[in-house]
């Protein structure tokens, strides 16, 4: 089962100079200016596959990031690691954005600052490029693109925003 919750008005809000690594999966509060919006896409939560050698419902997948398949058909008389169809109609998907929010208060001398953030539910749409939002969730680290990190690259943080009132 997949629900989501709605926090608001945490009783202290950083600034996005604040963020750091040790906050890394807290819940916390941040203000800042959108500057860019994408279009809404659908994210896949967790996925329902079918194996298309034997037709076995593998258990649901959750997905972390990237699009994750299971390993292999658990049928004792299937040998598939390769052959998965997505079952959308079990699978959970969500309403997806990403906007791209900066700092409000920029140091003198300073350039601004900006960090991505992840919408979803009912949240997306609702900021517009220009809007000071005060964005609640929890600051993760995400592979580049949504892909697995390589040999020499670096994974970035992204703030996953609460399906929250703020905004």
């Known amino acids: 089962d997949y629900f989501a919750i709605a926090i608001i008005k945490l009783p202290t809000t950083q600034s996005l100079r604040q963020l750091r690594a040790d906050m890394i999966g807290q819940l916390t509060a941040f203000t800042g200016t959108v500057t860019r919006t994408s279009s809404v896409a659908p994210e896949l939560l967790m996925g329902s596959f079918l194996c298309t050698d034997c037709g076995y419902r593998a ?16 049928n004792p008389r299937c040998s598939n690691v390769n052959h998965w169809q997505l079952d959308t109609s079990a699978s959970t998907l ?3 954005q990403k906007v791209r929010v900066q700092e409000t208060n920029i140091p003198a001398g300073s350039m601004p600052r900006s960090l991505p953030c992840i919408l979803r539910h009912e949240m997306v749409e609702r900021a517009k490029a220009g809007d ?10 995400l592979p580049e693109n949504g892909k697995h990190v390589g040999l020499g690259q670096t994974p970035r943080a992204v703030y996953k925003q609460s399906e929250n009132g703020g905004g």
């Open 132 to 141: 000071v939002c005060v964005f609640t969730g929890t600051l993760v680290v």
């Open 59 to 74: 258990p649901l997948q959750a997905q972390h990031a990237h699009y994750t398949t299971p390993v292999s058909c658990q």
């Open 94 to 96: 969500v309403d997806w």
